[in-house]
DNA sequence: CGTTGTGTTGATATTAATCAACAAGTGTGG
DNA sequence: CCACACTTGTTGATTAATATCAACACAACG
């Protein structure tokens, strides 16, 4: 039983005409198998059908509720994907980065809400034309099927951090898979022996509403684990992690 | 903005070969296209490579952790996914009923457990057989992205549900989902006037650890939920709800 | 007929939310 | 360039929701 298994994430695939299409340039090419199965002159056709997109910092740019006319793909910048109760709570879903779907379901109206946390890039198709598409390219559907199984699997572990963690664990977690996602790390990312630097593009209100927790408990929480040493706050935007592994441990209830 | 925008849907799938290949009994012929876009004897040939398997009440049959080697089908019962945190701590991440899929993640391991809450029933796979049956057949791979997209849809829901909402909402969300879902009714299951009678296979255990909350507080809040006429509580296993729209006011905050 | 598992209800404790004040940083316009 | 408003983040005091601890009711079962 692990609860940090951490599961083989595909290849960041960024489609963007005007770069024309490519992986995301932060991975490494020993990534996972199936981006290499989509042909490359394939991807170039599913892109050049896009219309590329840029969204401006705190910029709503899916309604939940909105007919879902398209689907998107993230190529640069952080977004986030909320959900709205009619008194204004709020609950992020999910912070969508370069190489991340959204719209991937059938469903007729979008069931979330995105906006851009810093400048969003990104790639959007129509639907209908997608449907085509993927007639012709079963690998994209193989590789869409695969990227909305890891989501699921990341979804599942956030319920189990919502209805079950401490505050304190719920940050330790939050900071621990940012620290194992790459794009995520600072552009200074490694210093001295393994220690890690985070870069957090979203407020301490948008951390909040991710974990379920109110404002003030995020920044208590974050001062309690910095006195313990356990990270070091320079500025409100980046984190460093002198061991990740202690803090896996705190993620886990482990102590 | 739709709290409560019902989704369609694809009609449950039934893999099962003693009684062949069937679309869920409970559900009209006028559900999702996309099953319909499935060839039976696609369909047949699929079924007819697995095996059907009987799990006992209580009996658990995936382990988080564990080598991922199969892919199932539920056709029967109920089971309840959970993963568990090192110290005991459990979150339920869904229960699966007749037409579900397990294992659809190409990680290497499980990412949860499962464990049967009456008698189920399903059908096996194992997934290098799935992998190359997939290749045979694009439509099953379309339906399974479809599956997997739902899915992604109530985990977000459900995020909003352990990340916001208060316990009455929680109680009063499960119970309006559950009431949406047809296979969940009591045999006898419309009352005069679309009153609904709901069964519960599972424990006020398994309902504390699936909405993030004790099995104290679930009691006390169907007690008060009770007492403000809202649902019927004639033994534990069975709800009434005399007015859908009444509770699914309360479970998205509205008073 | 006791034992065990499940559910309910009550009393108390605890975590995190709320309410409140303030500090630091950013941008604006005079 | 500075005064000001405004946003974001931090910290403190108090409250409220839910967890925890505890007792008991009831049904199923050997």
Not at 108 to 122: G, I
């Amino acid at each position: 039983m692990t609860t940090h298994g951490q599961t083989i994430r595909p290849r960041p695939l960024v489609l963007d005409p005007a770069r024309n299409v490519q992986f995301c340039a932060n991975c490494d090419a020993r990534s996972h198998s199936v981006c290499n199965a989509i042909d490359d002159k394939d991807l170039a056709r599913l892109a050049s059908s896009a219309v590329q997109v840029k969204i401006e910092p705190g910029h709503t740019f899916v309604d939940e509720g909105d007919t879902a006319e398209s689907f998107r793909n993230i190529t640069a910048g952080t977004a986030k994907l909320f959900k709205l109760l009619p008194d204004g709570r709020r609950q992020i879903t999910g912070f969508a980065t370069s190489g991340d779907f959204l719209g991937l379901a059938v469903s007729h109206a979008y069931s979330f809400s995105a906006e851009a946390v810093d400048e969003v890039k990104l790639c959007r198709f129509s639907r209908s034309k997608l449907r085509i598409l993927l007639d012709d390219f079963p690998a994209m559907e193989k590789r869409l099927l695969e990227v909305a199984s890891n989501e699921l699997v990341a979804a599942q572990d956030q319920m189990l951090l919502l209805g079950r963690k401490t505050a304190r664990e719920r940050l330790a977690s939050f900071l621990a898979a940012r620290a194992h996602a790459p794009q995520h790390h600072c552009p200074a990312q490694a210093g001295p022996r393994g220690m890690l630097r985070l870069a957090l593009p979203m407020t301490r209100s948008d951390i909040a509403d991710y974990l379920g927790l109110t404002i003030e408990t995020v920044s208590r929480t974050l001062t309690k684990l910095k006195s313990e040493k356990l990270i070091d706050v320079p500025n409100a935007t980046e984190i460093i992690i002198p061991n990740l592994h202690a803090l896996e441990m705190v993620a886990s209830g482990g102590n």
